[in-house]
């Protein structure tokens, strides 16, 4: 006898314990990683935890007014985003407001006052030959340098740069080299792969005081200019005044006077000649810890090709002179943050600057000459504290009607499907934790952020949830209303709303995923808060729902058709069981009368 063929709906028996125990491990190892990680809670954006709004304003240079245009803008945003997000600080907004200003909005929380710091600075790199240079103000009687004074941005580039301006600099190689802890600047030998080991040597004097009787007067072809002789006598770099207006209105083609810190804390004042090489010749920067050579933290710089050959020709020229004329300035924003000497020309294409930088530092620095010069001069128009009083407000009104909303879908689970409301609701509370659980690590691994918007979109996931299980349950009441018992109804129900169920997640996730390319800001909150629980819906309506309700179906509360169980084929109108009509075969034949 031959077995008759399972119909194309016929699901194969489904093992619920290996969906239900995966899903259980899953929730396990993510709730230990979220306490083994300390992260607990979500992180909040601005709106939620407040933050620092800055509003920057373009300031055209002399004779560049049309300078100031869409493209430029648009530069300068996104180079301000990447630095932001360099220094892993995410949910910052940066935006443009009208045609001359950008709005920068960085949520409370780590390193977020070193985005503030260097979001708009302008980060004009040069390097610089060394003219002139002698200790400043109370430093050149030996007297301890003062603690630097003055506005945040003043206290921010020092602290980024500080470490790296003794003029102390040593050259390392890759052979492991011993270096010092002062500032250096190595160059790697064309085709060779190996540091210069003696392209820099350490300057014997820290206050890099001319030797062989020079005086630390200008001299050279500065030594006519008696302007820039006045401003270099009468600067004081100990003075938070006469530093910020240090270098002011100097073009890199001049010459110019300028401030920057040693290693030990004291303030220097240079003389500096034109720009030999400006921060468009870096191809690349980045922080690295030198293992090998005992230096710590350092930052490297690679120059394109024509950089390289104009850093080349700088150092090969300074090497004939004699200190402090043999070193050269690396001048960012008009402050000196190393001055090394050289020997010999670097040849490498590359560079090293380094000087006891701890990770944040070296990172600070290279993020700022990583990501370029920003395309305009952008000043501070305002700086606002935003405190978290108003996000909060609104935070508890949303998350009342999302509990109102949440409270109603459960009373309707309650009388419509009475007990299939178990299953409805325990799936949501699954549901709902690995949502928690996952926000709670995409904080410290992606930089997540909850936000208002993405708050809408966790409670708009409640209904796109709850519409899976009732197109579930729905096809389970339509096969006990065909009359068949509650066992087989489940299975074959499976495969008919396992179809509607992704297409209706697959349309969701689509329009999640095309708004957060499409949009910027807080809106993308929403979008990826919409796409993540839609693919969890997946996840257990798969590994929960469907499992559960087959271990439900072999209870006698719901095999047996109770009436609170929601699944009562007499209250759902069922059919009466089919059954087929049993015939006897008979030979072929005519038919006798008395059995007609």
Known sequence: MVAPKKGKNASAPSRPGRSLALILIAIVALTGGMFASGHTTPRLGIDLAGGTSITLRAVPEAGQESAINKTNMDTAVDIMERRVNGLGVSEAEVQTQGDRNIIVNIPKGTNSEEARQQVGTTAKLYFRPVVATELSGANATGSPSPSATGNPSDKATGKATDKATDGQDKATDEGGASSTPSDSASASATGQGRAASDALKADPSPSAKPSDGASPSPSGSAAGDAKLQQQYAALDCTKAADRAKAGDGSKPGDSMVACGQNSQGQWQKYVLGPASVDGTDIDKSEAVLNTQTGAGWTVTMKFTDNGGKKFADITGKLAKNQSPQNQFAIVLDNEVVSDPYVSQA???????????????????????????????????????????????????????????????????????????????????????????????????????????????????????????????????????????????????AWPRARRTILVSDFVSFLAAAVLFIVTVGKVQGFAFTLGLTTLLDVVVVFLFTKPLLTLMARRKFFASGHKWSGLDPKSLGAKPPLRRSRRTSRPAGPVDPKEA
């Open 346 to 492: 670097l040849t490498g294409g590359s560079a090293e600057i380094s000087g006891n930088f701890d990770q944040e530092e070296a990172q600070g620095l290279a993020n700022m000459l990583s990501y370029g010069a920003l395309p305009l001069t952008f000043k501070e128009d305002s700086v606002t504290t935003v405190t978290a009083a108003l996000g909060g407000e609104q935070l508890k009104a949303g998350l009342i009607a999302g509990a109102i909303g949440l409270v109603l879908v459960v009373l309707y689970l309650l009388i419509y499907y009475r007990g299939l409301s178990f299953i409805a609701v325990t799936s949501l509370l699954v549901s709902a934790g690995l949502t928690y659980v996952i926000m709670s690590l995409l904080g410290p691994t992606i930089g997540f952020a909850l936000n208002l918007p993405a708050v809408c979109g966790a409670i708009v996931a409640i209904g796109i949830t709850a519409d899976s299980f009732i197109v579930y349950f729905e096809r389970v009441r339509d096969e006990i209303r065909e009359g068949r018992t509650l066992r087989p109804a489940v299975e074959r």
